[in-house]
């Protein structure tokens, strides 16, 4: 009994000692794989340093730099949005203007982002409401320096057909309903002080609508019952009553009359 019992420990010591070095093989190769990952992400996305960051120099100094060159970018693009207010013509004579747009109209390849294939019938209302933005916005209202103006004649031309003189509909500009309300009276205004041309309608005229021969328009003879000393009206000469239908209205109303 002794002999088998000391065989089946010494078989268990055998399996313990075999699993256990099996999970320590298996424990080294997660660990080695561990490693290999961390060398991969550590080649992949290598640490960078601040190259232009001077190891004297302290780095609240470079946040104020760069807070600085954003207000002066600010502060000069403030400048020039106040500087074309007062004359926006100016702006579509300006390199900025021909770097941006060339010769082309400032609506040229704009398309509005839209949902479906289909696109909208018609354009959104307004693109700025209050200080918000919407996405996409019309080709007028994307760029702060585009000022309606009636003496704005350039930007004006770009919405009227050259060759109907008639304005280009919304839906092919894009242009949102608020700023093609402004851009019809700035024509309609532009118009009115000769700036644009624009061809009268033509108009047939008839000569028998501007003569006086016509009776509407000609005078008026007088009536005939005025030569008789008679009343313009038959209504107002002196009406004498029929004594029966006196009678029959008296006695309709015999119980309210006094």
């Not at 099996?22 to 290598?46: D, L």
């Not at 007028?140 to 350039?154: A, E, L, Y």
């Not at 024509?187 to 003569?211: K, M, W």
């Amino acid at each position: 009994m002794a002999t088998g019992l000391s065989v089946t420990c010494g078989s268990q010591a055998k399996k313990h000692a075999f699993f256990t070095n099996v999970y320590t093989q298996q424990n080294n190769i997660k660990m080695s794989g561990w490693g290999f990952r961390g060398n991969f992400c550590q080649q992949r996305f290598p640490v960078r340093t601040c190259a232009a960051l001077s190891p004297f120099e302290h780095p609240s100094r470079l946040y104020c730099k760069t807070a600085s060159l954003q207000d002066n970018a600010a502060a000069q693009a403030k400048e020039t949005l106040q500087r074309y207010k007062d004359r926006p013509w100016d702006y579509l004579g300006s390199e900025e203007y021909i770097e941006k747009y060339g010769t082309n109209p400032v609506w040229a390849g704009y398309r509005r982002n839209h949902k479906g294939g289909i696109p909208p019938q018609k354009t959104r209302k307004t693109c700025i409401r209050g200080d918000k933005i919407c996405g996409n916005p019309c080709p007028i209202c994307r760029d702060p320096n585009i000022i309606i103006h009636h003496q704005n004649v350039k930007l004006l031309q770009q919405f009227i057909s050259p060759h109907t003189g008639m304005v280009f509909d919304p839906t092919q500009t894009g242009v949102c309903m608020k700023q093609q309300k402004m851009l019809n009276q700035a024509i309609n205004t532009a118009r009115d002080h000769g700036l644009l041309p624009f061809q009268i309608p033509y108009v047939e005229f008839s000569g028998e609508d501007y003569s006086n021969s016509h009776d509407a328009v000609g005078s008026t003879p007088p009536p005939p019952c005025l030569t008789t000393s008679d009343t313009w009206y038959t209504w107002y000469r002196e009406i004498t009553p029929d004594d029966n239908e006196v009678a029959k209205v008296k006695t309709t109303y015999k119980a309210f009359l006094k």
